[in-house]
């Protein structure tokens, strides 16, 4: 069984501040995603990715799968970027939503 | 893209009852998933709803206590039966999109059992 672990756990830093978040798994995975839930529960997909990196406004992910690690980057943080940062990985042979394997998620904190 | 509505977005129920809880999607999908997420736990996947066919239960959860219904292409429902405290969590209904394999997630149903 695939392991997918997030680090930190908890963060808070200040505005304007670089942020990054990693995802390790444990097994070889065909792509993952970077989710953000917000403190009602409601989660947004940010990123699907397979290789390389993508960037999405202040966001950056990037992926390595031969070393089994995703970052998710957040640059000029923002109050409004508190949340919930969730990787989720897919199986090595691919599959549906139905295979993913979810971390735990950072709890990202930015103060004004 | 696709746009679903949850609901209730949360709950407090005594011990011994059951909620159901809907979710509508504004797009015809083949599979939705159901997903609880306990307090400071990673989500897990309780079943893959099929349109037409009995929902898919993973390791752990069975069919007498999270019933699904899925009437059709936009609609399901999960009721969480019996309920005990243990079953306070966060209940998320997903599509994932057809040719994208991006993710869509409802409001989310927080549920709090005394």
């Not at chain 1, 672990?5 to 501040?17: I, R, V």
């Not at chain 1, 992926?63 to 199986?91: F, M, W």
């Not at chain 2, 039966?81 to 394999?101: K, Q």
Request: charged content about 15%; proline content about 4%.
């Amino acid at each position: 069984k695939n392991e997918v672990e997030q680090s930190p756990q908890n963060l808070t830093a200040q505005e304007g501040e670089f942020i990054t978040i990693n995802c390790s798994y444990s097994v070889g995975i065909s792509a993952l995603h970077w989710l953000q839930q917000h403190p009602g529960g409601g989660i947004v997909s940010l990123f699907m990715l397979s290789s390389g990196k993508k960037k999405h406004g202040r966001l950056i992910a990037t992926i390595n799968i031969q070393e089994k690690h995703s970052s998710l980057h957040i640059t000029a943080s923002h109050p409004r970027d508190s949340a919930v940062y969730i990787c989720a990985g897919y199986g090595a042979s691919g599959g549906g939503a139905d295979g993913l394997t979810f971390g735990k998620g950072t709890h990202l904190i930015i103060q004004p | 893209s696709a746009v679903i509505s949850q609901k209730p977005s949360r709950d407090i129920c005594q011990r011994g009852t059951s909620l159901t809880i809907q979710c509508q999607v504004d797009s015809q999908v083949t599979m939705m998933f159901w997903y609880r997420q306990q307090p400071g736990q990673s989500l897990t996947l309780i079943a893959t709803a099929n349109q037409g066919s009995e929902a898919t239960y993973e390791s752990g959860f069975v069919i007498d206590k999270f019933p699904i219904s899925r009437p059709n292409l936009t609609f399901s429902t999960l009721t969480v039966s019996n309920m005990s405290p243990e079953d306070s969590s966060i209940y998320l209904c997903s599509v994932e999109g057809l040719n994208t394999g991006e993710l869509f997630f409802g409001e989310g149903s927080r549920l709090t059992v005394l």
